[in-house]
């Protein structure tokens, strides 16, 4: 799952990078306004973090221009405004939700975790679909009535994207977006054939499907 961060500070937006890749997603970086312009003009997010103060301009403009092009992509606040009458602001141009610095990691980890559950329709922690349970907060797996088991960061990033878009045929070449930052070197293709293969051996070949010549796609029944 692939997440836009737009923050200025080098030191923050390296740490918090690196604590989202802990907790399981994927984030490209941005450091004004242009870049998260042209980021999210190329690529597919499934969330933004929004600093307001950047250097060529202001957080606000950007949230206002998204919103008026009508994407839905769930966007948090992160900034040191902390008045209420920022939040009121920052609310209305768009935001789904509002969190200042300083913050605790716990507190904004739940809080993307809660915008992802709100978009996808998920109630819980636990995604479940076609017998197969993901347990987000543990990132490990279960068939009915059997045991969990332990992902690695990439199986779990796999599956977790595949579960929240059910039967819908995705791309070699989109599956890799969503496993690997821009940042980090270009994958081989064949890598996702390696990660399917690995969840097929724990899930069976009916839930994760190939569409020949297309992709794969998770089946929800």
């Known amino acids: 799952m692939k997440l836009l961060l ?15 890749k802990d907790n399981g997603y994927l984030v490209d970086l941005a450091a004004s306004l242009k870049a998260a312009k042209s980021l999210m003009a190329t690529e597919h997010y499934e969330l933004a973090i929004l600093d307001l103060g950047l250097p060529d301009g202001s957080g606000l403009d950007l949230l206002a221009q ?17 008045t209420w009458e920022d939040k009121v602001i920052g609310l209305e141009t768009g935001a789904d939700d509002y969190l200042a610095k300083p913050f605790h990691e716990a507190e904004l980890m739940a809080r993307l975790k809660a915008l992802l559950r709100r978009q ?6 636990v995604v479940t679909l076609n017998g197969v349970s993901l347990d987000e907060a543990g990132q490990r797996v279960c068939l009915e009535g059997e045991t969990w088991r332990s992902l690695t960061a990439t199986e779990f990033r796999l ?45 069976g070949k009916s839930i994760i499907q190939t569409r020949r010549g297309q992709g794969y796609f998770f089946a929800s029944h």
């Open 6 to 20: 737009l923050e200025d500070d080098d030191l923050l937006a390296e740490s918090l990078a690196e604590s989202l």
């Open 66 to 82: 998204w919103r008026k092009q009508k994407r839905s992509t769930p966007i948090l606040i992160l900034t040191a405004r902390d």
């Open 120 to 125: 996808s329709g998920q109630l819980s922690q």
């Open 159 to 203: 599956l977790r994207y595949l579960m929240l878009h059910p039967d819908r045929i995705h791309s070699k070449e989109q599956l890799l977006e969503q496993l690997y930052a821009l940042e980090q070197d270009a994958a081989a293709p064949n890598l996702v054939e390696v990660y399917i293969a690995r969840l097929r051996r724990y899930l």
